[in-house]
């Protein structure tokens, strides 16, 4: 059995966690599928990517609101396809390429599950290695989620892992979900084309985000998509390329494809990890500390497979502090996840930090709430912008920021001044009143925002 000081799991963030600092140390990468993550391959960058030409798409579609004569002929789907992953696959093979020829680092490409503390042992195409460490970081990370109508069908379906290397864009789309994954994929195909619907199981998209935020999303879309909210899929039937899903209100959806973004499971369930004696949450998650740790002696965890909110800069975080506690063991790191931004890159893009004004009735706390509209301010003038607005949430009397959301251009972007104020704890009114703020570029409803709060 070959031994290693330190053997991580997942070449998503995990592989992060390795710097020059370990080139000291006998190191091991077990990767199943692919370098660089979800993130890299299927996830945040190429979505992105395809969102961005979608936006892009729609912009020509709307050209006549600013005067200018437009017409959009196509996307080209295989074109945009290809430019996406021909850079990001090179991308990911370079990652690859990078730690085999390290020099103090071996990959194992293959799956590792526990077979005791400290123990691995990896399926490789020539058979199964045993290999044992010294130290352990689990960074398996999460896959798709799906019903169980779905697999029990036995027809074929689209994942976020798969659909964005389809050949073509669908006539027909079926989007099974509501949530942001749902949202941005649906904005992508719907315009390279496809017709779409979403069926989602509860009454509005984007539920988790704040309720102006979900209502507003919610009735924008219904325009473009064909929305069955309040609905569950019940079976799927029909053949390939021809679907036919029934809902529980017995009403049906024809489509030619599938997507299902139903939300994610952690791999835990995959590693065995009984064995180690690494407790999980209810829905999976490992069990870590503040610091990471497992409850195993030596294993740390980070990324999806452990967090709680399963976003790619958190697991970045997560990877700094694991790298840290690694080789500090006595002056430990820790991840702070509770002010965490979030966007989702719809039309009109979704930007959210903090608390919701719903989980602030919910938990019985005090707040002032102070909002302004993208038409109020020159810049949106300028955009013709008649849907964006920005709501910030305080707390009474210290005017300290309890949350901020935005909907509409750039609201990703706009979001950072109230991020780093939340962080740096600067109140609403000194973020007001003491920096200058651009006229007339849209930050001008950041402000706008904060002044009403009337603190």
């Given at each position: 059995?070959?031994?290693?000081?330190?053997?991580?799991?997942?070449a998503?963030?995990?592989?992060?966690?390795?710097?020059?600092?370990?080139?000291?140390?006998?190191?091991?990468?077990?990767?199943?599928?692919?370098?660089?993550?979800?993130?890299?391959?299927a996830?945040?960058?190429?979505?992105k990517?395809?969102?961005?030409?979608?936006?892009?798409?729609?912009?020509v579609?709307?050209?006549?609101?600013?005067?200018?004569?437009?017409?959009?002929?196509?996307?080209?789907?295989?074109?945009?396809?290809?430019?996406?992953?021909?850079?990001?696959?090179?991308?990911?093979?370079?990652?690859?390429?990078?730690?085999?020829?390290?020099g103090?680092?071996t990959?194992?490409?293959?799956?590792?599950?526990?077979?005791?503390?400290?123990?691995?042992?990896?399926?490789?195409?020539?058979?199964?290695?045993?290999?044992?460490a010294?130290?352990i970081?689990?960074?398996?990370?999460?896959?798709?989620?799906?019903?169980?109508?779905?697999?029990?069908?036995?027809?074929?379906?689209?994942?976020?892992?798969?659909?964005?290397?389809?050949?073509?864009?669908?006539?027909?789309?079926?989007?099974?979900?509501?949530?942001?994954?749902?949202?941005?994929?649906?904005?992508?195909?719907?315009?390279?084309?496809?017709?779409?619907?979403?069926?989602?199981?509860?009454?509005?998209?984007?539920?988790?985000?704040?309720?102006?935020?979900?209502?507003?999303?919610?009735?924008?879309v219904?325009?473009?998509?064909?929305?069955?909210?309040?609905?569950?899929?019940?079976?799927?039937g029909?053949?390939?390329?021809?679907?036919?899903?029934?809902?529980?209100?017995?009403s049906?959806?024809?489509?030619?494809?599938?997507?299902?973004?139903?939300?994610?499971?952690?791999?835990?369930?995959?590693?065995?990890?009984?064995?180690?004696?690494?407790?999980?949450?209810?829905?999976?998650?490992?069990?870590?500390d503040a610091?990471?740790?497992?409850?195993?002696?030596?294993?740390f965890?980070?990324?999806d497979?452990?967090?709680?909110?399963q976003?790619?800069?958190?697991?970045?975080?997560?990877?700094?502090?694991?790298?840290?506690?690694?080789?500090?063991?006595?002056?430990?790191?820790?991840?702070?996840?509770?002010?965490?931004?979030?966007?989702?890159?719809?039309?009109?893009?979704?930007?959210?930090?903090?608390?919701?004004?719903?989980?602030?009735?919910?938990?019985?706390?005090?707040?002032?709430?102070?909002?302004?509209?993208?038409?109020?301010?020159?810049?949106?003038?300028?955009?013709?912008?008649?849907?964006?607005?920005?709501?910030?949430?305080?707390?009474?009397?210290?005017?300290?920021?309890?949350?901020?959301?935005?909907?509409?251009?750039?609201?990703p972007?706009?979001?950072?001044?109230?991020?780093?104020?939340?962080?740096?704890?600067?109140?609403?009114?000194?973020?007001?009143?003491a920096?200058?703020?651009?006229?007339?570029?849209?930050?001008?409803?950041?402000?706008?925002?904060?002044?009403?709060?009337?603190?």
């Open positions: 059995m070959r031994h290693h000081d330190l053997v991580v799991i997942g998503g963030s995990g592989n992060a966690v390795i710097d020059e600092s370990f080139a000291g140390l006998d190191v091991a990468v077990v990767e199943e599928k692919w370098f660089g993550g979800t993130c890299l391959n996830g945040c960058i190429p979505s990517m395809l969102a961005y030409a979608a936006h892009v798409a729609e912009t579609r709307g050209a006549g609101t600013y005067d200018v004569d437009a017409e959009l002929r196509a996307v080209r789907w295989r074109e945009l396809r290809d430019r996406v992953f021909g850079r990001l696959d090179a991308d990911r093979e370079e990652g690859r390429r990078g730690r085999v020829e390290s103090f680092v990959v194992y490409e293959g799956r590792a599950h526990f077979t005791g503390p400290g123990q691995l042992r990896i399926g490789l195409p020539d058979g199964a290695l045993d290999i044992s010294e130290q970081v689990v960074a398996a990370g999460g896959r798709p989620l799906v019903p169980a109508p779905v697999a029990a069908s036995g027809l074929p379906y689209e994942t976020s892992d798969t659909v964005m290397r389809v050949d073509a864009p669908p006539r027909r789309l079926a989007v099974l979900g509501g949530g942001y994954i749902a949202a941005e994929l649906a904005e992508v195909f719907a315009a390279a084309g496809s017709s779409v619907v979403i069926v989602e199981k509860e009454d509005r998209l984007l539920g988790p985000q704040d309720e102006t935020v979900a209502e507003r999303f919610t009735e924008l219904r325009s473009r998509y064909d929305l069955r909210l309040g609905r569950e899929v019940t079976t799927v029909g053949r390939p390329g021809a679907l036919r899903l029934t809902l529980d209100d017995g049906t959806v024809e489509a030619d494809m599938l997507l299902v973004a139903a939300g994610r499971v952690p791999n835990s369930d995959r590693l065995n990890l009984e064995a180690a004696g690494i407790r999980t949450h209810d829905d999976g998650r490992i069990v870590v610091h990471q740790r497992t409850t195993a002696d030596g294993v965890a980070l990324g497979i452990c967090t709680p909110v976003l790619k800069h958190v697991a970045n975080r997560e990877a700094e502090v694991v790298s840290h506690n690694l080789r500090h063991p006595h002056d430990l790191a820790s991840a702070d996840h509770g002010n965490v931004p979030a966007a989702v890159f719809t039309r009109p893009q979704i930007a959210s930090v903090g608390a919701t004004e719903q989980d602030c009735r919910d938990r019985g706390v005090d707040y002032l709430a102070g909002t302004a509209r993208y038409a109020d301010v020159a810049y949106g003038w300028a955009m013709e912008d008649a849907t964006g607005f920005c709501k910030v949430l305080a707390e009474p009397g210290t005017g300290r920021l309890l949350g901020a959301h935005l909907m509409g251009p750039q609201a972007t706009l979001i950072q001044p109230l991020v780093l104020a939340m962080a740096l704890g600067t109140d609403a009114s000194t973020l007001a009143r920096p200058y703020w651009i006229h007339p570029a849209l930050t001008e409803v950041v402000e706008n925002a904060l002044l009403d709060l009337g603190l």
